[in-house]
Structure formats: C-alpha cells, structure tokens
C-alpha cells in the first residue's frame, strides 16, 4: 500500500475540531507561517521534495512514499475572521 501525506488542515483551538482543509499538490518541505497585510490573516506553507520534512520521511516512516519530485510550491490560505 502506497500512502501519500499532503493535507493542509486548520483546527479549533477551543474543540479541536477541523475547521478546514485542503490537499495539497506535495508534502510539506517546511514550517507553516503565519503573517497579516492590511488587518487581513495568512498562513503560507511550501511544498516540495528537497526539504527538511520531504527528506526525513523516508526513515521516519518507510510506507509512506513521497510524490514525484514536481519542484516546490508555495501554498497561501487567507484565514477567516
């Protein structure tokens, strides 16, 4: 079985429950950030084979196969109010 780990998701601090999520084209290759421009919230998260995540899954867990290599994105969500 070939399992494939790319799911962005936001949870309720309060319940714990998934406020949202989306799937993305990658696994992670880095740390999610958080920044504002103009009062507005955004998350931002690239993805990629090449980073610290995309290279450690391999060891860390070895039925978890990475996608191909498509090169890196970058992922931006506007939060909600």
């Not at 920044?35 to 860390?60: D, E, F, M, R, S």
């Not at 039925?63 to 498509?70: L, T």
Request: glycine share 8%.
């Amino acid at each position: 079985m070939v399992l494939s780990i790319a799911s962005f998701r936001a949870y309720d601090d309060l319940n714990g429950k998934v406020l949202w999520e989306m799937r993305l084209n990658d696994v992670p290759s880095s740390c999610p950030i958080t920044y504002t421009v103009n009062g507005k919230q955004y998350i931002a998260v690239v993805v990629g084979n090449g980073g610290a995540h995309a290279v450690t899954w391999p060891a860390l867990v070895p039925e978890v196969q990475n996608p191909p290599d498509h090169g890196a994105a970058l992922w931006v969500f506007e939060l909600p109010r």
